[in-house]
């Protein structure tokens, strides 16, 4: 892989005789010292981030964080690795960060956010030392932007999330060590030797797809500034980028598997043609440029698109697109190749999530803020460079104007995202903003509709739930939780109605089996209640609520020996079930078997600490006072 010193020595002198690329000497003019202006970075996105940094646990943190058991023991560490499916993704060095904010900090959500803010203060700096490395024009008003825009508080106030701001400050480090590695920029007397430098931006770029494969296209946007500095790609080129493209073509492809195998990105949602995906992708391209310049009513889940291949119109978004590109590409002789290659790199680093690839999220929205975490910086970059270079048209006037234009800009974008940071305090507040920005959002309420339910403020709830079945009539999952809460209100018949409606969209649910049981069970139906729970069970045989339910069931009617059986599968099935652990040791007590008892109550309090009623047990059990 080693490159001979000539030929990076006449890469680096063909660079510095374009008229695109400004000497470094032009540069150091306006440019601050490295410590100074990574401090200044540092400082300013800690300022921007203070109210993010407060914020609590939001949606998916608790399948990422407060209900993950990997990050309890070092066997969940090794399962992080070498299990597929042990987590929601398979993002390990993500996970393993998480791992170790559990292992120092518990659950407490402080330290989570500040590791997110201090990995997006590493990005920007890197992204920094990038621009400046590749002498580009204001590149620390570009980094600023970066770290500054609101629309990356999602990435940064989200704590699961992580995956974008670790696998970002990683690629930025791959992309860094890479161009030491190609000799641009300055000379590398001080840089290391060039097996050295690909070593460690191969290395860096391999982390970085482990934190988030969406990092896969770093090597083609590696390929267009190399093409954009020296107006040409060679073979060594060429030699050096492969085996990184193909890394993450290979690490690519596990991240489609779990999403369609694990995380379920699969049915009537994706079932999309080429040509409406196109539709979906012209269309992203142009929203996620305007929100950079006109970041207004951000929101947490966008309206999804009503993608019609018979509307004209819709056709428009991608021909747009495409016509820029092909302008850009036939005018480059004239206008030069950077905003080619900036348009070019911020479409391919979107690329993963413009719709031609299945991920989760389309079930409710084609777009969100985070997706355009790395790729804004391409346009970033344009529009900072195309304004210094207008300012420096000008004169002295004009850089006096650019400079307070550049400190006005960060101001308000430090505003915007100090205020943006106000929405991730907690789900409810994240909820009900989402719903004010975007009333047609059915998830937003049946989520926090289950909040509420879980708060113990059932109206509310299914208020929450009654607007949801409004704008999703058929959706049996939402008859399934206002079923559940109006049982819980006490309203029987309404309750047993909206079950009996969700098995009628969708037969066969064992969750609504489950529930039209836990239904009769409470009213002491427990005939009616048993077949309901033995359904659930045949339909779902792994799935452990049923079976502690039956269990309960069975135990009512005296047959101890059926319900204690049950209970142990449910336990087989999910060791870390709390109420089959106390019930078990219930049952145990029952059975004079106070040894055994006494484990299941140790491991009841284990998993949920406040339990009264399993410490009292425990007590009882050990004859302690």
Not at 19 to 42: D, F, I, K
Not at 84 to 96: D, E, I, M, R, S
Not at 334 to 347: D, K
Not at 398 to 419: D, E, F, K, P, Y
Request: aromatic fraction near 10%.
């Amino acid at each position: 892989m080693t490159r001979r010193r000539t030929a990076r020595r006449q890469a680096i002198t063909t660079a510095k005789r374009s008229p695109q690329a400004p000497t470094r000497a032009s540069v150091a003019n306006y440019a601050p010292p490295v410590a100074a202006g990574a401090g200044a970075l540092v400082l300013l996105i800690f300022l921007a981030y203070w109210p993010a940094m407060q914020g609590g646990f939001i949606w998916d943190d608790d399948q990422y964080v407060t209900r993950n058991a990997a990050l309890r023991t070092a066997n969940g560490l090794a399962q992080i690795w070498i299990e597929p499916g042990a987590v929601p993704q398979y993002y390990p060095l993500t996970f393993t960060t998480l791992w170790v904010n559990y292992q120092l900090s518990g659950l407490a959500p402080g330290p989570y956010h500040v590791t997110n803010v201090v990995l997006h203060a590493l990005a920007a700096v890197l992204f920094w030392l990038i621009l400046r490395r590749l002498a580009f024009p204001g590149a620390w008003l570009a980094a600023a932007i970066f770290a500054l825009h609101p629309v990356q508080v999602e990435s940064v106030a989200w704590i699961s999330e992580r995956k974008n701001v670790l696998s970002g400050a990683l690629g930025l480090g791959a992309m860094l060590a890479y161009l030491r590695f190609a000799g641009e920029g300055d000379d590398d007397a001080r840089g290391g030797s060039d097996r050295s430098m690909y070593a460690l931006a191969l290395t860096l770029f391999a982390l970085a797809l482990l934190a988030k494969t969406v990092t896969c296209t770093i090597p083609i946007v590696i390929a267009f500034i190399l093409w954009w500095k020296r107006g040409r790609i060679g073979v060594d080129d060429v030699r050096s980028l492969v085996p990184m493209l193909l890394l993450g073509l290979a690490l690519g492809c596990v991240t489609i598997w779990m999403e369609q195998q694990h995380v379920g990105a699969r049915g009537a949602s994706w079932d999309l043609s080429f040509v409406e995906r196109t539709l979906i992708a012209g269309r992203a391209l142009w929203f996620y440029a305007w929100a950079l310049v006109w970041p207004h009513d951000l929101t947490f889940i966008y309206p999804k698109w009503d993608i019609d291949t018979g509307r004209a119109w819709q056709y428009l978004f991608p021909l747009a697109a495409v016509a820029l590109a092909l302008g850009l590409l036939l005018g480059h002789r004239r206008i030069g190749r950077g905003p080619l290659v900036a348009v070019s790199c911020f479409a391919v680093t979107l690329a993963p999530a413009l719709g031609f690839i299945d991920v989760y999220p389309m079930r409710y929205t084609f777009v969100a803020d985070h997706y355009q975490y790395l790729a804004s910086a391409a346009l970033i970059s344009l529009v900072v460079a195309l304004g210094v270079h207008a300012a420096r048209r000008v004169g002295a006037a004009g850089r006096t104007i650019g400079t307070i234009a550049g400190a006005l800009v960060l101001v308000v974008l430090m505003s915007l995202t100090w205020r943006q940071g106000h929405i991730y305090a907690d789900e409810g507040t994240l909820w009900r903003d989402t719903i004010a920005k975007n009333p047609g959002v059915v998830m937003a309420r049946v989520n926090l509709g289950m909040l509420l339910h879980g708060q113990g403020r059932l109206d509310d709830a299914a208020e929450q739930f009654t607007a949801a079945l409004q704008l999703a009539p058929t959706d049996a999952e939402i008859h399934d939780n206002l079923g559940v809460t109006l049982a819980a209100l006490g309203d029987r018949e309404a309750a047993r109605s909206h079950f009996e409606e969700a098995l009628r969209i969708a037969p066969g649910t064992p969750g609504t089996y489950n529930n039209l049981g836990n239904l009769f069970a409470s009213g002491g139906q427990f005939a009616e209640a048993l077949g309901h729970y033995e359904e659930a069970v045949r339909l779902a045989p792994a799935y452990a609520d049923p079976r502690n339910n039956l269990a309960n069931v069975l135990a009512q009617q005296g047959r101890g020996d059926e319900a204690i059986a049950q209970y142990r599968v449910a336990l087989q099935l999910d060791p870390n079930y709390a109420a089959a652990h106390y019930n078990l040791g219930v049952m145990l007590i029952d059975r004079g078997d106070t040894r055994e008892a006494a484990e299941h109550f140790r491991a009841t309090l284990q998993i949920n600490p406040g339990h009264a009623q399993a410490h009292a047990a425990l007590a009882a059990a050990t004859g302690a006072p």
